[in-house]
Nanobody, 124 residues
Framework: VQLQAFGGGLVQAGGSLRLSCAAS????????LGWFRQAPEKEREFVAA????????YYADSVKGRFTISRDNAKNTAYLRMNTLKAEDTAIYYC??????????????????WGQGTQVTVSS
């Protein structure tokens, strides 16, 4: 599976961005997908995940209510809509796939393939 994340950029606090994760190399609806982020000098952390069908989603507490993960299996693309952005959301955002059926509470090691990341910078 090859993943390409894009859509990052510079945005003011309170603004919005939508990240996309385009996938190829395997039938898109056979794996769950997650978004992670890594801020400078911090460990990578979980942001959100979505099941194969898109019927189940999970979010980190820090983004719940502000971010929305979705996927379009017909377009082999997943999205992360980010609203009400804060300076602490500044990070490189990565998408990743997992073969696990249940996506709640998964760790980084449960994800098999990773995209290259896209930078999100929120100015305060």
């Amino acid at each position: 599976v090859q993943l390409q994340a894009f859509g990052g950029g510079l945005v003011q606090a309170g603004g919005s961005l939508r990240l996309s994760c385009a996938a190829s190399g395997r039938t898109f609806n056979t794996y769950g997908l997650g978004w992670f982020r890594q801020a400078p000098e911090k460990e990578r952390e979980f942001v959100a995940a979505i099941s194969r069908s898109g019927g189940s989603t999970y979010y980190a507490d820090s983004v719940k209510g502000r971010f929305t993960i979705s996927r379009d299996n017909a377009k082999n693309t997943a999205y992360l809509r980010m609203n009400t952005l804060k300076a602490e959301d500044t990070a490189i955002y990565y998408c990743a796939t997992t073969h696990m059926n249940y996506i709640g509470g998964l760790l980084e090691g449960d994800y098999d393939y990773w995209g290259q990341g896209t930078q999100v910078t929120v100015s305060s």
